[in-house]
Protein backbone atom coordinates (compact mmCIF):
# COMPACT_ATOMS: atom_id res chain seq x y z
CA UNK A 1 0.00 0.00 0.00
CA UNK A 2 2.78 2.25 0.63
CA UNK A 3 4.25 1.82 -2.84
CA UNK A 4 0.55 2.98 -4.29
CA UNK A 5 0.54 6.02 -2.05
CA UNK A 6 3.90 6.78 -3.24
CA UNK A 7 3.07 6.09 -6.84
CA UNK A 8 -0.07 7.91 -6.63
CA UNK A 9 2.15 11.35 -4.43
CA UNK A 10 4.47 11.28 -7.32
CA UNK A 11 1.52 11.86 -10.09
CA UNK A 12 0.31 14.40 -8.73
CA UNK A 13 3.35 15.95 -7.89
CA UNK A 14 4.47 15.81 -11.54
CA UNK A 15 0.92 16.84 -13.22
CA UNK A 16 1.16 19.52 -10.62
CA UNK A 17 4.58 20.68 -12.09
CA UNK A 18 3.84 20.46 -15.28
CA UNK A 19 0.19 22.26 -14.58
CA UNK A 20 1.96 25.09 -13.14
CA UNK A 21 4.88 25.07 -15.74
CA UNK A 22 2.39 25.13 -18.76
CA UNK A 23 0.74 28.03 -17.09
CA UNK A 24 3.76 30.10 -16.64
CA UNK A 25 4.48 29.92 -20.50
CA UNK A 26 0.47 30.87 -21.45
CA UNK A 27 0.77 33.55 -19.03
CA UNK A 28 3.74 35.29 -20.85
CA UNK A 29 1.99 36.63 -24.10
CA UNK A 30 2.65 39.99 -22.96
CA UNK A 31 6.37 39.77 -22.77
CA UNK A 32 6.02 38.11 -26.05
CA UNK A 33 4.44 41.64 -27.74
CA UNK A 34 7.12 44.73 -28.42
CA UNK A 35 5.74 47.98 -28.52
CA UNK A 36 7.18 50.56 -30.71
CA UNK A 37 6.39 54.42 -31.57
CA UNK A 38 3.10 54.29 -28.72
CA UNK A 39 1.28 58.59 -28.84
CA UNK A 40 -1.74 59.66 -27.98
CA UNK A 41 -3.32 62.24 -30.18
CA UNK A 42 -3.45 65.29 -28.43
CA UNK A 43 -7.15 66.28 -27.67
CA UNK A 44 -8.36 69.75 -29.95
CA UNK A 45 -10.61 72.00 -27.84
CA UNK A 46 -14.21 70.33 -26.74
CA UNK A 47 -13.45 66.57 -28.01
CA UNK A 48 -14.45 64.23 -25.66
CA UNK A 49 -12.28 61.33 -27.11
CA UNK A 50 -8.92 61.00 -28.58
CA UNK A 51 -7.04 57.66 -30.19
CA UNK A 52 -3.33 56.11 -29.28
CA UNK A 53 -1.12 54.37 -32.17
CA UNK A 54 1.57 52.15 -31.56
CA UNK A 55 2.73 49.15 -33.89
CA UNK A 56 2.45 45.98 -31.88
CA UNK A 57 5.66 43.27 -32.95
CA UNK A 58 5.15 39.57 -32.17
CA UNK A 59 8.14 37.54 -30.90
CA UNK A 60 6.49 34.27 -30.25
CA UNK A 61 5.60 31.49 -33.04
CA UNK A 62 1.60 31.55 -31.93
CA UNK A 63 -0.94 34.47 -33.04
CA UNK A 64 -1.60 36.68 -29.82
CA UNK A 65 -5.05 38.82 -29.75
CA UNK A 66 -5.32 42.07 -28.40
CA UNK A 67 -8.65 41.72 -26.36
CA UNK A 68 -8.98 45.00 -24.70
CA UNK A 69 -7.00 48.28 -23.42
CA UNK A 70 -7.50 50.64 -20.26
CA UNK A 71 -5.78 54.12 -19.21
CA UNK A 72 -5.71 56.18 -16.28
CA UNK A 73 -6.46 59.02 -19.01
CA UNK A 74 -10.07 57.84 -19.92
CA UNK A 75 -13.09 56.53 -18.44
CA UNK A 76 -14.10 54.06 -21.45
CA UNK A 77 -11.23 52.75 -23.81
CA UNK A 78 -12.08 50.57 -26.78
CA UNK A 79 -10.41 48.79 -29.84
CA UNK A 80 -11.62 50.35 -33.06
CA UNK A 81 -11.29 50.28 -36.44
CA UNK A 82 -12.11 52.32 -39.96
CA UNK A 83 -14.58 51.25 -42.52
CA UNK A 84 -15.22 52.65 -45.49
CA UNK A 85 -18.85 52.83 -45.72
CA UNK A 86 -20.06 54.43 -49.20
CA UNK A 87 -17.41 56.90 -49.25
CA UNK A 88 -18.07 57.50 -45.49
CA UNK A 89 -15.34 56.68 -43.20
CA UNK A 90 -17.14 55.53 -40.23
CA UNK A 91 -15.16 54.00 -36.76
CA UNK A 92 -16.28 50.35 -35.40
CA UNK A 93 -15.99 49.28 -31.86
CA UNK A 94 -13.98 45.25 -32.72
CA UNK A 95 -13.44 42.62 -29.76
CA UNK A 96 -9.74 42.03 -30.83
CA UNK A 97 -6.77 42.77 -32.73
CA UNK A 98 -5.15 39.86 -34.22
CA UNK A 99 -1.14 40.00 -33.90
CA UNK A 100 0.01 37.27 -36.10
CA UNK A 101 2.81 34.97 -35.25
CA UNK A 102 6.63 36.29 -35.89
CA UNK A 103 4.84 39.49 -37.49
CA UNK A 104 3.37 43.06 -36.07
CA UNK A 105 -0.26 45.02 -35.78
CA UNK A 106 -0.05 48.77 -36.79
CA UNK A 107 -2.23 50.66 -34.95
CA UNK A 108 -2.60 54.28 -37.19
CA UNK A 109 -4.88 57.26 -38.00
CA UNK A 110 -7.48 55.56 -40.32
CA UNK A 111 -7.13 51.94 -38.89
CA UNK A 112 -7.03 50.31 -36.49
CA UNK A 113 -6.64 52.47 -32.79
CA UNK A 114 -7.76 52.45 -29.01
CA UNK A 115 -10.35 54.82 -28.26
CA UNK A 116 -10.48 57.10 -25.55
CA UNK A 117 -13.53 58.09 -24.54
CA UNK A 118 -14.59 60.59 -21.93
CA UNK A 119 -10.89 61.65 -20.72
CA UNK A 120 -10.43 62.04 -17.04
CA UNK A 121 -7.90 64.75 -17.65
CA UNK A 122 -7.20 66.93 -21.33
CA UNK A 123 -4.32 65.38 -22.41
CA UNK A 124 -1.98 67.86 -24.33
CA UNK A 125 1.55 68.09 -26.08
CA UNK A 126 4.33 66.98 -24.30
CA UNK A 127 2.09 65.07 -21.13
CA UNK A 128 2.11 60.81 -20.95
CA UNK A 129 -0.75 58.78 -20.06
CA UNK A 130 -0.67 54.99 -19.05
CA UNK A 131 -2.25 52.36 -21.38
CA UNK A 132 -2.56 49.14 -19.88
CA UNK A 133 -3.34 46.43 -22.83
CA UNK A 134 -4.60 43.19 -22.02
CA UNK A 135 -3.81 39.75 -24.31
CA UNK A 136 -5.90 36.85 -24.72
CA UNK A 137 -4.55 34.35 -21.83
CA UNK A 138 -5.06 37.04 -19.12
CA UNK A 139 -1.85 38.52 -19.22
CA UNK A 140 -1.03 42.34 -19.52
CA UNK A 141 1.67 45.32 -20.18
CA UNK A 142 1.84 48.44 -19.42
CA UNK A 143 2.98 50.96 -21.15
CA UNK A 144 3.84 54.97 -20.95
CA UNK A 145 2.59 56.87 -24.36
CA UNK A 146 3.21 60.16 -25.30
CA UNK A 147 0.56 62.85 -26.19
CA UNK A 148 1.91 64.41 -29.82
CA UNK A 149 0.28 67.26 -30.69
CA UNK A 150 -2.14 66.81 -34.24
CA UNK A 151 -0.42 70.06 -35.64
CA UNK A 152 2.85 68.20 -35.93
CA UNK A 153 1.75 65.06 -37.25
CA UNK A 154 0.43 65.97 -40.71
CA UNK A 155 -0.80 64.35 -43.73
CA UNK A 156 -3.21 61.69 -42.94
CA UNK A 157 -2.18 61.47 -39.28
CA UNK A 158 -4.21 64.53 -38.48
CA UNK A 159 -7.78 63.48 -39.17
CA UNK A 160 -10.15 64.62 -37.19
CA UNK A 161 -12.06 62.03 -35.48
CA UNK A 162 -15.17 64.55 -34.36
CA UNK A 163 -15.61 64.22 -38.08
CA UNK A 164 -16.11 61.05 -38.62
CA UNK A 165 -19.59 58.62 -37.60
CA UNK A 166 -19.10 56.56 -34.60
CA UNK A 167 -20.77 53.63 -33.93
Partial sequence: M??????TLFSLTLGMIS???TTH???NQADAIQISDPFI???PPGAFATASFMTLNNQSDAPIKLMKASSNAAQTVELHTHTNDNGVMQMRQ???FNI???GQTQLKPGGNHIMLL?????????????????FDDGSSKQIQVPVKSVMNMGGSNSMDHSKHQHH
Fill in 94 to 96: VSF
Fill in 2 to 7: NNTLNK
Fill in 19 to 21: ALS
Fill in 100 to 102: PAK
Fill in 25 to 27: ILA
Fill in 118 to 134: SPTKKLVAGQKATITLT
Fill in 41 to 43: REM
